[in-house]
C-alpha cells in the first residue's frame, strides 16, 4: 500500500544586522529591524531516517564522512531589561524562544531530497558550481524490495528538491544578555562572550539546583538597545521546564558564581579544561573557550559595579531592582495575604498621565 506523507518543508530566516531569526511558511525579504534578509534558507523537518535496504553497514572509520555541528539559531523576545546597574548591560528572558536546529551536510551545500521516495544525497560542487549529485539523478525507491526498481523522481526532476537544510525548530525557555565592559564598551570579543555563556550557564544550574545537562548556552552577533553591534549571550532550556526563564531571579549572583567558577579552576588551566569550561556540550568549541578572556570582562571591580547604584536606592541599602514588568510585579505584590499595595512615583505630575493609562485599572 503506497503511503503519501505530507513534507513539512519551511523557510529559515536569519537577520545578521540585528541577530534575530526564525521560520515561516512564506519567504520575506526584510526582517522586522527593517534591513533585508541575507540569510534565507529552506529546510526540511524529516519525520525520520532510513537506509536502503540493500546498504551493507560496515566499521571502516576511513569511509565515515564527518558532518560538521553547526551551531543553533536561538531568539528570544520581549522586553529588555536592565541589570541591577544599568550602566552594565540588560537581558531579556521569555518562555517562548525560538530554537533552531539545523544540517547544511558536510559541504555546507545542503541536500537533494526525492519528495517522492524521501532519498536525500548531499549536494556536490562541480567546477564551482553546485550540482545535484549524481547518485539521485537515477535512483531506485528508498524502500522496496526490487533493487531495479526507479524511483519516480528519476524520470520527473520536479520532484527532486535541492538545496534544502534538515532541520528541527522547538520552543523553549531561553533568557538573552548583552553585557559592557567597565569602560562601558560593548562585549565584542567572541572567545570571551562564549567562554562567559558557559559560566554563566554553569552558574544559573548552580542557583537552582539543576543538572547542567538541563540547559545549552550560545552566542550570536545582536544589536543593543542603542543601536550598537554587540555579542549577546544566551542561555536556553534543553527540555523547555522553565529554568532559563527564572534566571532574572538570580542575576547578580549567576555573575558572582560565574566569575568564582573561572578563577578557581582546580587544574589551573591555561584556556579550558573539564573542570572549568569544557563539557560534553561543548566538546566542538574547546578552541572557542578561555577562561582568562571572560576574566579580562568579568573583573572584580565590574562585579563590584553590577549592585544597585546609590542614586537608584529609593528606599535605602535594601532597595533591589524589579526585573518584572509593572503589572506582573503588582500582580505579585498583592497576594491575598497583602492589605495594601503602594506604588511610588517620582517625577513631576505631569509626566504621569494616570487618567489615561491602562495601569489605573489594573490597580
Given amino acids: 500500500t503506497k503511503v503519501t506523507e505530507i513534507q513539512s518543508i519551511r523557510i529559515a530566516w536569519r537577520c545578521k544586522h540585528c541577530g534575530e531569526s526564525g521560520s515561516s511558511l512564506s519567504l520575506s525579504e526584510f526582517c522586522q529591524c527593517g534591513e533585508p534578509l541575507e540569510v534565507v534558507k529552506e529546510f526540511l523537518e524529516p519525520s525520520g531516517f532510513a537506509v ?3 546498504d551493507s553497514p560496515h566499521n571502516d572509520v576511513s569511509k565515515q ?4 555541528v553547526q551551531n543553533p539559531w536561538i531568539n528570544a523576545e520581549g522586553e529588555w531589561v536592565p541589570f541591577p546597574n544599568p550602566k ?6 521569555t518562555t517562548h ?3 533552531f536546529h539545523h544540517s547544511s551536510g558536510a559541504l555546507g551545500h545542503g541536500y537533494a531530497i526525492c519528495l517522492a521516495c524521501g532519498r536525500a544525497e548531499e549536494m556536490v560542487e562541480k567546477n564551482g558550481q553546485i550540482c545535484i549529485p549524481d547518485k539521485i539523478k537515477s535512483h531506485s525507491r528508498l524502500r522496496y524490495s526490487k533493487k531495479d526498481d526507479l524511483c519516480p523522481g528519476s524520470h520527473e526532476p520536479w520532484k527532486i528538491k535541492t538545496g534544502l537544510m534538515l532541520g528541527h525548530e522547538e520552543f523553549s525557555d531561553v533568557i538573552e544578555l548583552q553585557i559592557k565592559t567597565e569602560d562601558g564598551i560593548w562585549l565584542r570579543n567572541p572567545i ?6 558557559v559560566a554563566l550557564r554553569d552558574a544559573l544550574a548552580e542557583c537552582l539546583g539543576v543538572q547542567v545537562s538541563e540547559l545549552g548556552c550560545e552566542i550570536k552577533k545582536s544589536k543593543s538597545s542603542d543601536g550598537n553591534s554587540t555579542l549577546s549571550i544566551l542561555i536556553y532550556d534543553h527540555f523547555s521546564a522553565g529554568y532559563a526563564s527564572s534566571a532574572n531571579k538570580y542575576i547578580k549572583m549567576m555573575f558572582e558564581k560565574a566569575r568564582e567558577r573561572l578563577i ?7 584556556s579550558a579544561c573539564p573542570q572549568c569550561l569544557l563539557d560534553y ?3 566542538f568549541s574547546a578552541e572557542s573557550l578561555d577562561r582568562h578572556k571572560a576574566l579580562e570582562i568579568l573583573t572584580e571591580q565590574w562585579l563590584k559595579q553590577l549592585s544597585l547604584p546609590s542614586e537608584l536606592k529609593h528606599f535605602g541599602d535594601l532597595s533591589e531592582i524589579e526585573t518584572l514588568s509593572l503589572c506582573e510585579t503588582i500582580w505579585r505584590s498583592s497576594k491575598p495575604a497583602s492589605s495594601h499595595t503602594r506604588l511610588f512615583v517620582s517625577g513631576s505630575p ?3 498621565d494616570i487618567a489615561t493609562s491602562p495601569l489605573r485599572n489594573f490597580a
Fill in 52 to 54: 536502503d535496504f540493500y
Fill in 65 to 68: 564522512t564527518f558532518i560538521p
Fill in 88 to 93: 552594565l548591560g540588560a537581558f531579556r528572558q
Fill in 97 to 99: 524562544g525560538h530554537v
Fill in 192 to 197: 570571551a562572550a562564549k567562554s562567559i555563556s
Fill in 264 to 270: 578557581t579552576c582546580p587544574n589551573s588551566c591555561d
Fill in 281 to 283: 556540550d561543548q566538546r
Fill in 350 to 352: 505631569d509626566e504621569w
